[in-house]
């Protein structure tokens, strides 16, 4: 609602109580506003998932070329003395020449194989050209497809020259030999990695680009111009899958330190810890950790990859610092292509972060193609020099003394940091650095509880964080987790899969393949595991077993059933939900799992949750229901009974009072329809047949005395307001055109569309004929015909049915159809209306061939292939065939009915698809493509199972995915509502303490006394004749209802806010309207004369109307111009809403669990016209169209809970009302004029008093004890409690002074002295006490 036309004047009486809420205010239950009302029902968008890898990549072979030619240095670089002579950690001058080029050449192949043992190694020491190429081109060829590692030590050599050059030797060692790096890749080809170990390596990288643009521009040329002598020769390989790592830039040279070893950048590359530690000890800070020296560092004990030793553990935190580092640094693809692509790449691109920290602090820059950004800085450094120090400080203790190595608390604190992340961070954030280390941690047993329960937290946030750790790479990590038998790690893995399965579904794959799925089958099987646990167990299969075969056949292996039906009664609601939909799942188009469920008698023990409190618990049954009955497989007697009873059990749930439960409720028939479609077919064509040769007198078409809606005049109407949730808006659309090719079939009863303009509205036959889906295919039933066939089939003897016992199920079932089809919700009747079409369709199409084919329009009829047993359903199916709009729409097939009794034999004409037939020019030639299994033969392409697939590929509701979004949103955080600083939180308290403000102010007033009632505060011209009207109860908004739209109007302001259709059929009417949710969020609920009831929000406001729900609230109402309607009751405290009104019970609904608790026979022969209700003492008090006034005790059984009957009035009781005090009396008032007051304990009334006759509307203040009558005559008497007349109102205040026209509608405001009245001239006034009193 609006705030500021809220906000009322507030007078200076008792200021300081006034600023306290009413504490019942926040007591009241709220209606409606869960979140099936106030979301759409559909799945979220899939995030594209971008964290699996697409290419893993190995590096299989390794190419180590050393140009070392020890002894002779080359002439371009002048070495300092002392300087940097070791290569390998070896001194190439301390043994002779050979051997120590030997030495090096196998003790760098060792320090490779630390990083990737299972790769081929071939070194190359001291080359020529030749060698060069032989060994580069033997490697590729080997290699095939996967990655080559060329490394290059030029320290024997001159420097890469600015031509793109390397040097090697010539065969006996008398000159350098240039080696172009255009040649070195052709020999490489991609993908291939090179490392470059000399001075001024950056010019090979440039060397590299320039190259490699050459070669692409070559690519092109030869595609452009075979005759392009380049087009003959073989292509060259392309080198965008090269990666480079050279040492430094193009104009640096390597640092000659004698203290640092000669090959500095391979010893950062390939022994980083050992480097790391030197470097360490090089530093000023090293002596703050006494007796460290460099000796020391050589006896630290330990095995790199064992990570309780120092010398793992050192090795792991740096794996975890380096792999953070890149992780938060690169952009998010780059990470993926060198992190995790490939073991060797991610191994030396971690040690090249090392390599850039180190040798940047001598002045080097070491060069990487992709260049990644600098990360030397970065803070997780001086986290890595923390852990060295502690480490290195426990060194002289631990090898002199032998004492104990004690852990480095890294881990835990980068825990801590990420915990700290996790509890203090704002909603909109950068994500945490620490992700990558708590992936590090699942490896070690000490922290992996507490990882894990920090990784769900953050999974929690929701399917941004999932998405996140998923490009991590912390999947393989999770899934190898499953195979862990400790029982403490079970509720966390099953909350973190749950997470992952609700973002990213096709890691189905991956579970079942590593038997993943057992761990949750035995979660689902504990009986001691908190539901919610077993909820998310039971969602992961669920997930597993969706639409995926492999996976429906292992979990059935496992005794998924078994295990599902055990658990159908579990008090938790979620747990009975998706225990449901994981059956519905299982079996769905699985037949094995199917006949397993029949063994378990599966179907009855469903049967219980279609009466489920919960309405998504009974929307699942019904889900599974569904798909029990809608496999293809062949049916035998058996299965054909099953089908039937369930079918009949599904029925009762026709007046649900949830369109979600509806919704799934067609979607569970059309299954049954397509699987006995030719059953169906003969049912349609008796209706359709039926429905012609019968009128059904329509009640709104004889205008009587006694009807008070005259037809609107146009000038006055203005344009409707569209609703959005009213795809099909029934009176703003033209009527659908009928097919012209069907139109001989005689299915319209209106013969052709009516001209529609909103002026008549009321009027136009067919503005609700245009019921149709959103996408405008034409349809053969309108929404007439069937809410007529509807009607006939409820009051006229069907038994000429020939051919079909009349009681068949399928009768039974086609009768429920048409009946969804005529649902107010308008997603319910658009999904009935296309099943019913589809059929009506097929049954047409096969009844009459030669009349449709004699019209003209249609020339060619294409083969319906033979099938054998049954029709097969594809469930993969293409898109379903749509009608087109044109005047062919049936394009050019007329499919046959599947033929389940005998083959099929093929049609005597068959023209082949390509012989062209006369005017077939006018056919849209599109053949439907169906994505068929290998065995079918393609010209099954026509067969009439297309069409029965246009029905089930069509119908879905969504249910399960949007049920599955629960998963996928954040669980453990506290909704909105309840965080007190919230603006939801806040917006409610202005509510609460505006709604205290108009209590208090009103009592005031009412306190006083109301001695006149005739002040006129508002008039206005309503768009139509006012029915209903009813005043919000705390802003200054009031509804006015005509026969079938809602105006709003602010009161106060004078100004209309709002005019909106309500959507109910032409020959209905609306009777009452209530605010629910008056005291927060307000929502109006409309009732109509045949029982349907609609559910607004969004109104008045600047927002579109939107309807939140709708139902059939009475069924077996026949509207009729003379009933009372359908009266209504609301009772906020309890979310009851009492329904009555033509129909001899008063019917109680819950609101909470959207469904009928309770039917209270009247006892009377006549319509309820009044109700009231009082929840304190659970009474209901009702009047009748007989005079009767009647008491009800809810708590009662039905046939005592009649505690009182009033027999005083002699006629048609216009309103009987109950004061909610809890000793308030019973008011009640007759059309002849008698007001008479009632004790409910006593028999006789206690006062009467006696005011004009011929009342037509009346309403009694609730606080002022005042009531005012509207009469025939055109005037308003408003009488107090003692029956004194306190105003007469006959005419309009204003210039001309009109006199009033014949009431039609009254209503007191529930807290101010206002009263509103609604007369037959369309005109709406409001009058009030006087001012001074206000």
């Known amino acids: 609602m609006k705030m500021d036309s809220d906000l009322l004047p507030s007078p200076a009486v008792g200021l300081a109580e006034e600023e306290e809420a009413d504490m019942n205010d926040w007591k009241l239950p709220l209606a409606f506003m869960k979140k099936r009302h106030s979301e759409k029902i559909e799945g979220s968008k899939a995030l594209a998932q971008s964290w699996r890898m697409k290419d893993r990549m190995k590096t299989v072979s390794v190419a180590l070329v050393l140009c070392l030619n020890v002894g002779v240095d080359p002439p371009d670089v002048v070495k300092t003395s002392p300087c940097a002579r070791l290569e390998c950690w070896i001194d190439p001058l301390s043994m002779s020449p050979q051997k120590a080029l030997e030495t090096i050449g196998a003790n760098l192949q060792k320090q490779y194989e630390n990083w990737q043992p299972r790769a081929r190694y071939k ?233 850039e920290r180190i040798m ?76 990558p280390i708590v992936l590090q941690v699942l490896l070690s047993q000490v922290h992996r509880l507490r990882a894990l329960d920090l990784l769900g937290r953050f999974l929690d946030l929701g399917p941004w964080a999932v998405s996140l750790a998923l490009s991590v790479g912390i999947f393989p990590y999770v899934l190898k987790l499953l195979q862990s038998s400790a029982r403490e790690l079970r509720p966390l893995l099953v909350f973190i899969w749950a997470k992952i399965l609700a973002v990213d579904s096709s890691c189905q794959a991956d579970l079942v393949k590593d038997n993943g799925h057992k761990y949750f089958l035995s979660v689902l099987a504990d009986s001691y595991m908190p539901a919610e646990h077993r909820t998310m167990a039971v969602f992961i299969l669920a997930v597993i077993v969706n639409s995926y075969n492999t996976g429906q056949e292992a979990c059935l292996q496992g005794n998924l059933i078994a295990n599902c039906l055990e658990q159908l009664s579990d008090p ?159 009176a703003a659309t033209t009527a659908r055109n009928l097919n012209k090719s069907l139109q001989n079939l005689n299915l319209n009863e209106e013969g052709g569309p009516a001209a529609f303009s909103p002026g008549n509205l009321s009027t136009s036959s067919s503005a609700s004929s245009t019921l149709g889906s959103p996408d405008n295919d034409e349809y053969i039933l309108s929404f007439e015909t069937i809410d007529k066939m509807r009607r006939v089939s409820s009051y006229s003897s069907l038994n000429s049915l020939i051919g079909v016992s009349f009681n068949s199920v399928y009768t039974q079932i086609w009768r429920v159809l048409l009946h969804l089809a005529a649902d107010p919700f308008p997603e319910v009747s658009d999904l009935a209306m296309k099943v019913l079409n589809s059929i009506a369709y097929k049954a047409t199409m096969n009844a009459r061939p030669q009349r449709i084919l004699d019209s003209g329009s249609l020339t060619q009829s294409a083969p319906a292939s033979p099938t054998s047993k049954g029709t097969h359903i594809h469930q993969a199916g293409g898109s379903p065939p749509m009608p087109s709009t044109s005047s062919s729409s049936l394009t050019n097939e007329v499919p046959k009915p599947p033929a389940r009794e005998q083959p099929a034999t093929r049609p005597p004409y068959t023209p082949t698809l390509g012989g062209q037939a006369p005017h077939s020019h006018q056919f849209p030639r599109t053949r439907k493509m169906f994505d068929k299994g290998p065995e079918q033969a393609a010209e099954d392409g026509d067969e009439p199972g297309g069409h029965r697939n246009y029905i089930s590929a069509s119908l879905q509701t969504g249910l399960c995915d949007w049920s599955a979004k629960y998963f996928a949103q954040p669980v453990m955080k506290i909704p ?175 609101t909470d669990r959207e469904m009928k608790v309770q039917d209270i026979p009247t006892g009377a022969d006549s319509c309820v016209t009044s109700l009231s209700c009082d929840s304190q003492r659970s009474l209901i008090v009702a009047g009748l169209g007989d005079g009767s006034v009647r008491v009800f005790d809810r708590r009662m059984g039905p046939n005592e809970c009649r505690v009182m009957t009033y027999r005083e009035h002699g006629a048609w009781v216009v309103k009987a ?27 006789d009334s206690i006062n009467v008093l006696q005011t004009v006759k011929g009342l037509t509307a009346l309403d009694i203040h609730p606080q002022a004890n005042l009531f005012a009558c509207g009469s025939m005559n055109q005037f308003i008497a408003v009488y107090n409690s003692n029956g004194d007349v306190i105003s007469n109102i006959k005419y309009y205040d204003g210039f001309m002074g009109q006199r009033i026209g014949a009431i039609s509608c009254l209503a007191f405001h529930p807290h101010w002295p206002h009263l509103a009245v609604g007369s037959n001239d369309y005109y709406m006034s409001i009058y009030s006490a006087e001012k001074r009193l206000r």
């Open 976 to 1150: 909105e509502e309840h965080d007190v600083e919230s603006q939801v939180r806040m917006e409610r308290q202005w509510r609460f303490l505006r709604n205290t403000r108009v209590r208090k102010q009103s009592r005031c007033i009412t306190q006083k006394g109301v001695s006149r009632l005739d002040d006129q505060i508002f008039i206005n011209r309503n768009p139509g004749v006012p029915s209903v009207v009813k005043f919000h109860p705390f802003n200054t908004c009031i509804a006015v209802a005509d026969k079938d739209s809602i105006c709003f109007w602010d009161w106060e302001k004078g100004e209309r806010l709002d005019y909106f259709y309500n959507g109910n059929p032409r020959y209905t009417r609306i009777t009452a309207m209530e605010y629910l949710n008056g005291h927060d969020c307000s929502l109006l609920l409309t009732a109509t004369d045949d029982g349907a009831l609609r559910i607004w929000k969004n109104f008045a406001d600047q927002k579109n109307p939107e309807m939140v729900t709708a139902w059939q609230g009475l069924s077996d109402m026949l509207p009729t111009t003379r009933g009372a309607g359908m009266v209504v009751d609301w009772e906020q405290e309890t979310g009851l809403l009492m329904t009555s009104g033509d129909v001899r019970v008063v019917r109680i609904w819950d």
């Open 360 to 435: 940047r602090s001598y002045n080097c820059t070491p060069v990487s193609s992709p260049r990644l950004p600098p990360t030397y800085m970065h803070a997780m450094w001086q986290a890595w020099d923390l852990a060295v120090d502690i480490c290195l400080s426990q060194l002289p203790t631990i090898i002199e003394e032998g004492t104990a190595f004690r852990h480095s608390p890294f881990f835990a604190e980068q825990l801590t940091a990420f915990q700290v992340w996790l509890t203090m961070g704002v909603e909109n954030r950068n994500p945490p650095e620490q992700l």
């Open 123 to 355: 070194q190359s020491l001291d080359p020529t050209v030749d060698e060069v190429k032989k060994l580069c081109t033997s490697l590729r060829r080997n290699a095939k497809e996967e990655r080559v590692l060329f490394h290059y030590n030029g320290h024997g050599v001159p420097r890469p020259t600015v031509n793109g050059e390397i040097w090697v030797f010539n065969k006996n060692y008398t000159q350098y030999i240039p080696l172009s790096i255009y040649d070195l890749q052709t020999w490489m080809g991609s993908p291939s990695i090179f490392v470059y170990d000399c001075s001024n390596a950056g010019i090979i990288v440039k060397s590299f680009k320039q190259f490699a643009l050459q070669r692409e521009q070559e690519l092109e040329v030869a595609a452009i111009n075979p005759s392009h002598p380049l087009a003959q020769m073989p292509l060259p390989p392309s080198m965008k899958n090269c990666i480079q790592l050279a040492a430094c830039e193009a104009s640096e040279l390597l640092p000659m330190n004698p203290d640092l070893p000669a090959d500095l950048f391979t010893s950062c590359l390939t022994t980083p810890i050992k480097i790391a530690l030197r470097w360490f000890c090089m530093q000023k800070s090293a002596k703050l950790v006494p007796g460290v020296t460099l000796d020391l560092i050589e006896k630290i004990p330990g095995r790199l990859n064992d990570r309780r030793t120092p010398l793992g553990e050192l090795n792991w935190i740096f794996t975890a610092i380096t792999d953070t580092i890149a992780w938060n640094v690169l952009p998010r693809d780059l990470f993926q292509k060198l992190f995790r692509q490939d073991l060797l790449v991610a191994s030396l691109f971690r040690n090249f972060l090392l390599a």
């Open 1217 to 1243: 009302h109950l004061q909610k005090e809890t000793d308030g009396h019973i008011i009640s008032v007759s059309v002849n004029g008698d007001v008479r007051f009632f004790e409910p304990r006593a028999p």
């Open 572 to 730: 938790h609601p979620l747990l009975r939900q998706w225990v449901a939909i994981c059956l519905g799942r299982i079996w769905q188009n699985f037949d094995p799992a199917r006949w397993c469920g029949v063994r378990d008698s599966a179907h009855e023990k469903l049967y219980t949750l279609l009466s489920d409190p919960i309405p998504e618990v009974r929307c699942a049954a019904v889900f599974a229901l569904g798909t029990f009955v809608g496999n293809s497989a062949e049916r035998t007697d058996h299965s054909t009974t099953i089908d039937h009873n369930v079918a009949m059990m599904l029925a009762q749930l026709i007046n649900d009072g949830s369109p979600v439960v509806r919704k799934e409720l067609v979607v569970a028939l059309s299954h049954l329809v397509v699987q006995y479609e030719s059953n169906f077919c003969t049912v349609a064509l008796q209706f359709i047949e039926e429905e012609k040769n019968y009128t059904v007198p329509s009640p709104a078409n004889t205008a009587e005395p006694g009807n008070l809606t005259p037809v609107r005049d146009s000038p006055a109407i203005p344009r409707l307001r569209s609703v959005n949730s009213y795809t099909n808006i029934r």
